[in-house]
């Protein structure tokens, strides 16, 4: 198993550029997140998903949006990329809520906006 | 509302010496516990959990946490540590009541493990 793979693993972008960051996961797991880890931050959640067609905001959702489609893909995207929005994104996914089963990780996507 | 707080941004500790990363929660129901480590530019890794049961729990690598109810804590613990255990670990916490999709992470505690 692959596990939870996150594309791009580095990325640049210019002041009011676009892109969707991609995730997906192959343990059909109901549950995906998506956190962005600043320095002496921990995780901050910007979004997350229960289940394919539904998805909710976290703490810190303005700028970014995001859609479930299918069980496996979680994609992230920024509309109008801001220097604020530089952090390393991390997606996560869990099985479902009964079994308090822990989240397996991406191992993230390093974005620059400059 | 619900948070987890590690009070150390660091921990230094001589290998072989028994090391404490602290961490402290507030939930408004049942909590549900974890500890992460993270390697340098890799996602988080799982070690633990707390659900229910033994107030001490067994993770990988040697790792264990002691859930203590009164105190609102869950410090992870070795008794022996190891230089390769340096990394970044996080606690993180479910709610049992509000909010039980979503967990909560501390900022962090960096373990510096000296040969």
């Known amino acids: 198993n692959a596990g939870v793979t996150q594309t791009p693993k580095f990325r640049i972008l210019k002041i009011g550029q676009s892109m969707t960051l991609q995730c997906t996961q192959d343990m059909n797991h109901n549950y995906m997140y998506w956190y962005r880890q600043d320095p002496g931050m921990g995780l901050k959640l910007i979004y997350y998903s229960v289940g394919a067609g539904i998805t909710d905001k976290g703490e810190v959702p303005n700028g970014y949006n995001v859609s479930r489609s299918t069980t496996e893909d979680f994609p992230l995207r920024l509309e109008l990329a801001a220097p604020s929005q530089t952090s390393v994104y991390f997606c996560?996914?869990?099985?479902?809520?009964?079994?308090?089963?822990?989240?397996?990780f991406g191992d993230g996507t390093r974005l620059s906006i400059l | 509302a619900q948070s987890v707080a590690q009070p150390e941004d660091q921990v230094n500790v001589a290998e072989g010496n028994p090391l404490t990363v602290k961490c402290t929660y507030s939930v408004s129901g049942n909590p549900y516990l974890f500890w992460y480590v993270q390697y340098p530019n890799r996602g988080l890794q799982f070690l633990l959990k707390y659900i229910t049961g033994d107030n001490l729990v067994k993770g990988s690598y040697g790792f264990e946490a002691e859930f203590n109810k009164s105190q609102t804590s869950f410090h992870l613990k070795k008794p022996s540590a190891l230089v390769s255990d340096s990394a970044l670990y996080f606690c993180?916490?479910?709610?049992?009541?509000?909010?039980?999709?979503?967990?909560?992470f501390g900022s962090g505690t960096k373990l510096n493990v000296k040969p």
């Open positions: 993180a916490v479910r709610d049992g009541g509000v909010d039980f999709n979503k967990f909560y």
């Open positions: 996560a996914s869990s099985y479902n809520r009964d079994t308090n089963q822990p989240q397996h």
